[in-house]
């Protein structure tokens, strides 16, 4: 992330924009060429030398502050040494020294007296002995490496970090996606909650509309979840169309609105893979293709128990009624999640969900529960069309929840 | 169905509650998740409310239960700290307690916790603090205490962390304990540190301070987040009793001719380059501005060079060298605390008189080591810049010297506190040491403009 001080924007008619740096500037690139170079020869050196150097070459390019952000996000990414063992115990013996030669000093003692003293003492050279006193401070401490990039890399990492710092001020952030995969939204959904943030879901027509904020951002709460809005930025270009608002801060006393879409040059860091929808979940929706039931492979999310988020894996919906059923399935390495879900049920009902479980989760003292549970399908590998079938007519004969 | 109630990263919910509008008023309608959320330190309201009307409910956000503890180490209290104890209880377990430094709010809270028995957490500004309650509360108490900052992460039921960490940990465990104490408290109303107390659960709270009054007025902050104002004593109610009586001497040291200058000639190398390209300090982009025009030209780097060389010269000057060296030397049977402003120029003397340092690079087992060497009088003098202004506990010291500081009031009464500890027949010695000529001086007159300084003057 940058500094404040190292935020480049500008704010026309309330709407801020970074100002994004392009990747290709033959001029940028070759700055971020030289302080990449400048960071891979400076393995051994100090923290304090290798900043003085890379301030230096940073300040004489035509654009300062923007290497100087080139600067903060290399220097992020290194790697130092810990304290050298032995410093601070050789520091301690000095210490002990230097307070006995201090007590036994004659009354009216001058300092160059107690320096003379000091370097009868001492087992080394006195100005030695100072210059070795604090050299296990984090500016001594030594470079070991740093997590690579190229200067493409940094350059894109640069325009994230001018995006994602105002965001640092927000409370809350609107996110617009256009017809997006199903995967790339499963993939912003799971970032969501690894964030520890909330989202006010809708769908409209083929789009997404997602208001983000924190958990407690409905309340007088101080916090603002700058930092998780800020950090579920990097996965928003995983989206290939979208748009982002948020009210942000300008400066201390001017708020602006900051706008961002798919046009502006920002590449999500996350890895690539956005996983994959299993074949099994293609043929039951083929299986399902008739003229009772429909099926939706890109479900809303369902809020769960006190702060449970599901993504459903696919959601039936009968084509008469309208009524919809969510499927949610545990696999044989999904017992914790399983055993949370059902948690959650407890505390709050959804019986617009069923529970798909592998019967390898269904042992011991749980199967039975679990073979009587009103919203679980048992199942071996993969659930079968047939067995999803019965239980949904026998949804359909009960009343319908509330709302549905 | 019973009452759930959830913690939720510093929030408490529940996903439906009883027909109750008193309830529900203390409750928001949570549109995005479909649950009832309020922030979490309402939950001692909510429950009470639950109580009051019958209504059963499951408490699954709590994740503490109350918590066997007893003094091992007997505490007998000064009638001051029994006051406040009892005025704290009366007000069943929430309130604001305000002692000067050195009256003992620490032995105040080891007595709060051993008397409500429920885990704690105790909030500290610095790294220092933090080392220096777990010694004491593990003493009383006579149970492991947990540490959570300075790198170190271990919860237990009683544990101290930092304001800066507690912000970062509080969506995280929040629910874990049934005591908040916020040592000096006046820190709290800051935007960032406000969450620590809002995103708690704990029904019982204590804020302690030395100096509750904030210019912005955070205090009622203080009093609706922790609880009303239990309990008072002034600095002067209690010099001679529990804090030791003390005097303050002012040193104005005029630098050597030849040093002076080298100040002149610096200083006028920046000012000159300041003047010549335009460049405010005082400007929000001042500071960048002069970074970056200094690294263009040699004339720039000069600049940046007189800057750091006059700034190097006001701070260390071979006379404020000499003065601290004649304030040694006269008291060479006392324990003496010197106070800088930076800390380049706390490395700076400790190079020079291989005098031991405590800033806040200084790893926790090394500061706990010294402060117990400086406790003990094998090393009897210590040099810091700001991480010993609050509340650390160096009740053997006797002298304290500003070797140069801010304006602010505030740090300075707190920099008197830490050499006020009563003992016998001791009278405590502030020394401020200031250049004159420079800009130093008037930072000086500043901080003097307190009734405890005016007092002891």
Same mark, same amino acid.
Request: aromatic fraction near 6%; charged fraction near 30%.
């Given at each position: 992330?940058?500094?404040?001080?190292?935020?480049?924007?500008?704010?026309?008619?309330?709407?801020?924009?970074?100002?994004?740096?392009?990747?290709?500037?033959?001029?940028?690139?070759?700055?971020?060429?030289?302080?990449?170079?400048?960071?891979?020869?400076?393995?051994?050196?100090?923290?304090?030398?290798?900043?003085?150097?890379?301030?230096?070459?940073?300040?004489?390019?035509?654009?300062?502050?923007?290497?100087?952000?080139?600067?903060?996000?290399?220097?992020?990414?290194?790697?130092?040494?810990?304290?050298?063992?032995?410093?601070?115990?050789?520091?301690?013996?000095?210490?002990?020294?230097?307070?006995?030669?201090?007590?036994?000093?004659?009354?009216?003692?001058?300092?160059e007296a107690y320096e003379a003293r000091l370097a009868e003492a001492l087992p080394a050279p006195l100005p030695e002995v100072r210059e070795a006193l604090y050299v296990d401070l984090p500016g001594h401490r030594r470079l070991l490496g740093w997590e690579a990039l190229t200067p493409a890399d940094l350059l894109d990492?640069?325009?994230?970090?001018?995006?994602?710092?105002?965001?640092?001020?927000?409370?809350?952030?609107?996110?617009?996606?256009?017809?997006?995969?199903?995967?790339?939204?499963?993939?912003?959904?799971?970032?969501?909650?690894?964030?520890?943030?909330?989202?006010?879901?809708?769908?409209?027509?083929?789009?997404?509309?997602?208001?983000?904020?924190?958990?407690?951002?409905?309340?007088?709460?101080?916090?603002?979840?700058?930092?998780?809005?800020?950090?579920?930025?990097?996965?928003?270009?995983?989206?290939?169309?979208?748009?982002?608002?948020?009210?942000?801060?300008?400066?201390?006393?001017?708020?602006?609105?900051?706008?961002?879409?798919?046009?502006?040059?920002l590449v999500s860091p996350l890895p690539a893979a956005l996983g994959h929808i299993p074949a099994e979940v293609a043929t039951l929706a083929e299986a399902f293709e008739d003229a009772e039931w429909e099926l939706d492979l890109t479900p809303l999310p369902r809020h769960m128990g006190a702060a449970g988020l599901c993504?459903?894996?696919?959601?039936?919906?009968?084509?008469?009624?309208?009524?919809?059923?969510?499927?949610?399935?545990?696999?044989?390495?999904?017992?914790?999640?399983?055993?949370?879900?059902?948690?959650?049920?407890?505390?709050?009902?959804?019986?617009?969900?069923?529970?798909?479980?592998?019967?390898?989760?269904?042992?011991?003292?749980?199967?039975?529960?679990?073979?009587?549970?009103?919203?679980?399908?048992?199942?071996?590998?993969?659930?079968?069309?047939?067995?999803?079938?019965?239980?949904?007519?026998?949804?359909?004969?009960?009343?319908?929840?509330?709302g549905t | 169905m019973a009452t759930e109630l959830h913690f939720d990263c510093g929030t408490l919910v529940a996903p439906t509650l009883p027909d109750d509008a008193r309830l529900r008023a203390l409750f928001q309608k949570d549109a995005r998740t479909g649950v009832y959320r309020t922030e979490a330190w309402r939950y001692?309201?909510?429950?009470?409310?639950?109580?009051?009307?019958?209504?059963?409910?499951?408490?699954?956000?709590?994740?503490?239960?109350?918590?066997?503890?007893?003094?091992?180490?007997?505490?007998?209290?000064?009638?001051?700290?029994?006051?406040?104890?009892?005025?704290?209880?009366?007000?069943?377990?929430?309130?604001?307690?305000?002692?000067?430094?050195?009256?003992?709010?620490?032995?105040?809270?080891?007595?709060?916790?051993?008397?409500?028995?429920?885990?704690?957490?105790?909030?500290?500004?610095?790294?220092?603090?933090?080392?220096?309650?777990?010694?004491?509360?593990?003493?009383?108490?006579?149970?492991?205490?947990?540490?959570?900052?300075?790198?170190?992460?271990?919860?237990?039921?009683?544990?101290?962390?930092?304001?800066?960490?507690?912000?970062?940990?509080?969506?995280?465990?929040?629910?874990?304990?049934?005591?908040?104490?916020?040592?000096?408290?006046?820190?709290?109303?800051?935007?960032?540190?406000?969450?620590?107390?809002?995103?708690?659960?704990?029904?019982?709270?204590?804020?302690?301070?030395?100096?509750?009054?904030?210019?912005?007025?955070?205090?009622?902050?203080?009093?609706?987040?922790?609880?009303?104002?239990?309990?008072?004593?002034?600095?002067?109610?209690?010099?001679?009793?529990?804090?030791?009586?003390?005097?303050?001497?002012?040193?104005?040291?005029?630098?050597?001719?030849?040093?002076?200058?080298?100040?002149?000639?610096?200083? $006028? &190398?920046?000012?000159?380059? #300041?003047?010549? =390209? !335009?460049?405010?300090?005082?400007?929000?982009?001042?500071?960048? *501005?002069? /970074?970056?025009?200094?690294?263009?030209?040699?004339?720039?780097?000069?600049?940046?060079?007189?800057?750091?060389?006059?700034?190097?010269?006001?701070?260390?000057?071979?006379?404020?060298?000499?003065?601290?060296?004649?304030?040694?030397?006269?008291?060479?049977?006392?324990?003496?605390?010197?106070?800088?402003?930076?800390?380049?120029?706390?490395?700076?003397?400790?190079?020079?008189?291989?005098?031991?340092?405590?800033?806040?690079?200084?790893?926790?087992?090394?500061?706990?080591?010294?402060?117990?060497?400086?406790?003990?009088?094998?090393?009897?003098?210590?040099?810091?810049?700001?991480?010993?202004?609050?509340?650390?506990?160096?009740?053997? $010291? &006797?002298?304290?010297?500003? #070797?140069?500081? =801010? !304006?602010?009031?505030?740090?300075?009464?707190?920099?008197?506190? *830490?050499? /006020?500890?009563?003992?016998?027949?001791?009278?405590?010695?502030?020394?401020?040491?200031?250049?004159?000529?420079?800009?130093?001086?008037?930072?000086?007159?500043?901080?003097?403009?307190?009734?405890?300084?005016?007092?002891?003057?």
């Amino acid at each position: 992330m940058l500094t404040r001080d190292l935020l480049l924007f500008r704010v026309r008619e309330g709407r801020l924009r970074p100002s994004f740096i392009k990747r290709e500037d033959p001029e940028l690139l070759a700055i971020a060429k030289e302080l990449i170079a400048e960071l891979e020869g400076g393995n051994g050196q100090t923290r304090d030398d290798l900043e003085e150097a890379l301030s230096l070459r940073a300040g004489a390019f035509s654009r300062p502050r923007i290497a100087r952000g080139l600067v903060k996000l290399l220097v992020d990414r290194a790697l130092f040494d810990e304290a050298t063992e032995g410093v601070a115990e050789t520091r301690w013996e000095r210490f002990q020294l230097a307070a006995r030669v201090l007590r036994e000093l004659p009354p009216g003692a001058t300092l160059e007296a107690y320096e003379a003293r000091l370097a009868e003492a001492l087992p080394a050279p006195l100005p030695e002995v100072r210059e070795a006193l604090y050299v296990d401070l984090p500016g001594h401490r030594r470079l070991l490496g740093w997590e690579a990039l190229t200067p493409a890399d940094l350059l894109d990492r640069y325009n994230l970090a001018l995006a994602q710092g105002p965001l640092l001020g927000a409370r809350r952030l609107t996110l617009r996606a256009r017809a997006p995969e199903l995967l790339r939204v499963r993939k912003l959904l799971r970032w969501l909650k690894f964030c520890r943030l909330v989202a006010e879901v809708r769908r409209d027509g083929e789009d997404w509309a997602l208001e983000v904020e924190g958990p407690g951002a409905l309340l007088s709460l101080q916090k603002k979840y700058g930092l998780q809005l800020a950090s579920f930025l990097s996965v928003v270009p995983v989206l290939e169309r979208w748009e982002l608002m948020a009210e942000v801060e300008a400066s201390a006393r001017r708020r602006a609105v900051l706008v961002l879409d798919h046009r502006d040059p920002l590449v999500s860091p996350l890895p690539a893979a956005l996983g994959h929808i299993p074949a099994e979940v293609a043929t039951l929706a083929e299986a399902f293709e008739d003229a009772e039931w429909e099926l939706d492979l890109t479900p809303l999310p369902r809020h769960m128990g006190a702060a449970g988020l599901c993504v459903p894996d696919l959601t039936f919906r009968h084509k008469e009624t309208r009524r919809e059923v969510a499927l949610e399935l545990f696999h044989a390495w999904h017992a914790g999640a399983l055993a949370r879900r059902l948690g959650e049920l407890r505390s709050r009902p959804d019986v617009g969900l069923l529970l798909g479980v592998d019967r390898a989760l269904a042992r011991g003292e749980e199967r039975e529960a679990l073979e009587h549970h009103p919203q679980v399908v048992l199942f071996n590998g993969f659930p079968s069309a047939r067995r999803l079938r019965e239980r949904l007519a026998r949804l359909l004969s009960e009343p319908a929840p509330a709302g549905t | 169905m019973a009452t759930e109630l959830h913690f939720d990263c510093g929030t408490l919910v529940a996903p439906t509650l009883p027909d109750d509008a008193r309830l529900r008023a203390l409750f928001q309608k949570d549109a995005r998740t479909g649950v009832y959320r309020t922030e979490a330190w309402r939950y001692r309201e909510v429950v009470l409310r639950l109580r009051e009307l019958g209504e059963p409910y499951e408490d699954r956000a709590r994740r503490f239960e109350p918590l066997a503890l007893e003094l091992k180490v007997p505490i007998e209290p000064f009638p001051h700290q029994r006051e406040a104890l009892e005025a704290w209880t009366q007000a069943k377990g929430r309130g604001l307690v305000e002692l000067p430094t050195g009256a003992g709010k620490t032995l105040l809270a080891v007595l709060a916790i051993a008397h409500i028995q429920r885990p704690t957490l105790v909030v500290v500004p610095t790294l220092d603090l933090m080392a220096q309650w777990q010694m004491v509360l593990g003493k009383h108490l006579g149970v492991e205490v947990g540490l959570l900052g300075g790198g170190v992460n271990d919860r237990q039921p009683v544990t101290v962390t930092t304001y800066d960490s507690a912000t970062a940990q509080t969506e995280f465990h929040g629910n874990c304990f049934g005591l908040l104490i916020c040592d000096e408290c006046h820190h709290l109303p800051a935007p960032s540190y406000r969450f620590i107390a809002e995103g708690s659960l704990a029904p019982y709270r204590l804020g302690l301070s030395a100096t509750l009054e904030r210019t912005d007025g955070g205090e009622r902050v203080c009093e609706e987040l922790l609880g009303p104002r239990v309990y008072r004593a002034e600095i002067r109610e209690l010099q001679g009793r529990y804090l030791a009586p003390y005097e303050v001497r002012r040193i104005e040291v005029q630098l050597p001719p030849e040093e002076k200058a080298r100040y002149d000639e610096a200083r $006028a &190398r920046y000012v000159g380059f #300041l003047r010549k =390209n !335009g460049i405010s300090l005082s400007a929000p982009e001042g500071w960048a *501005r002069f /970074l970056a025009q200094s690294q263009r030209s040699d004339e720039g780097r000069a600049a940046y060079r007189g800057y750091r060389e006059q700034k190097r010269i006001a701070l260390t000057s071979s006379a404020k060298v000499d003065v601290l060296w004649r304030i040694l030397l006269e008291h060479q049977g006392d324990r003496v605390l010197v106070f800088t402003e930076d800390n380049e120029t706390v490395y700076a003397l400790a190079r020079r008189l291989l005098l031991p340092v405590i800033t806040h690079h200084t790893p926790v087992p090394e500061r706990k080591r010294l402060l117990a060497a400086f406790a003990s009088g094998e090393l009897p003098v210590l040099l810091t810049s700001k991480v010993l202004n609050e509340g650390v506990d160096v009740p053997d $010291a &006797r002298v304290g010297v500003i #070797l140069s500081g =801010n !304006g602010s009031v505030r740090e300075h009464v707190q920099r008197l506190g *830490r050499i /006020l500890r009563q003992r016998p027949g001791k009278r405590a010695m502030l020394y401020e040491v200031c250049s004159a000529q420079t800009a130093e001086s008037g930072i000086s007159e500043r901080r003097r403009q307190h009734s405890a300084y005016q007092e002891g003057a």
